[in-house]
C-alpha cells in the first residue's frame, strides 16, 4: 500500500469516526429539553365518565390539541413505533378504587358532583414531567399533572 493511499484511508476513518459522533450526538440532543405546552392547552379539560373496560371511573379529558402536539413530540424524538392512546384522559378515580373502597359511599355522580364543586373541571393544570415505563413488551409514557383542585376533590373524595 502506497504512502497517499493509506494517508486517504486513514482520513476517512477520522471522517467517517467524526461523522457517527457527530450523529450520536444529534440523536442524544434530540431526546432532550423541554416539551412545549400552549398555556391554553392547560385549563378547559372535560369532566367525563370513564368508558366500560378503561382503568378510570371518572376522569377529565384535555383539550383536543394538548395529547396530540404532546404525542407528535414524544414521536419526534422517540421513532415511529408508538401508538396513541384512543382516549386520553387524566383519571380521578380509578374504577379499581371505587370498588374497592368508594363504591358503599359515594355514587358516580356523587363523584362527579364533588368534581365539579373542587372546580376541578375548571381547573389550570400544570406538567410537572413526561414519564416513561418499560417493560419486556411496550412502553408507556404518562404526564404528571398538578392542580390545586384535584387535591381538594381528593380531600373531600376521602369517607369519613
Known amino acids: 500500500m502506497t504512502d497517499g493511499r493509506r494517508k486517504r484511508l486513514e482520513i476517512g476513518a477520522?471522517?467517517?469516526a467524526i461523522s457517527l459522533l457527530?450523529?450520536?450526538a444529534f440523536i442524544a440532543i434530540r431526546g432532550r429539553g423541554p416539551y412545549n405546552v400552549e398555556a391554553?392547552?392547560?385549563s378547559g379539560w372535560t369532566l367525563v365518565r370513564g368508558e366500560p373496560g378503561e382503568t378510570a371511573l371518572v376522569g377529565l379529558q384535555p383539550p383536543a390539541p394538548l395529547p396530540t402536539e404532546l404525542f407528535n413530540q414524544v414521536l419526534?424524538?422517540?421513532?415511529?413505533?408508538l401508538v396513541a392512546p384512543a382516549h386520553p384522559m387524566v383519571p380521578l378515580v380509578l374504577q379499581s378504587e371505587y370498588?374497592?373502597?368508594l363504591q358503599g359511599a359515594f355514587s358516580i355522580e356523587d363523584i362527579m358532583d364533588l368534581a365539579r364543586d373542587a372546580g376541578v373541571a375548571?381547573?389550570?393544570f400544570?406538567?410537572?414531567?413526561?414519564g416513561q415505563r418499560r417493560d419486556s413488551a411496550q412502553q408507556l409514557f404518562y404526564v404528571v399533572f398538578s392542580a390545586p383542585a384535584f387535591d381538594t376533590f381528593r380531600d373531600r373524595l376521602t369517607p369519613l
Do not use: T
Request: proline residues 8%.
Open 126 to 130: 400544570e406538567p410537572v414531567c413526561l
Open 122 to 124: 375548571d381547573a389550570r
Open 76 to 81: 419526534g424524538r422517540r421513532g415511529p413505533a
Open 40 to 42: 391554553k392547552e392547560l
Open 22 to 24: 457527530g450523529a450520536l
Open 99 to 101: 370498588s374497592d373502597s
Open 14 to 16: 477520522v471522517v467517517l
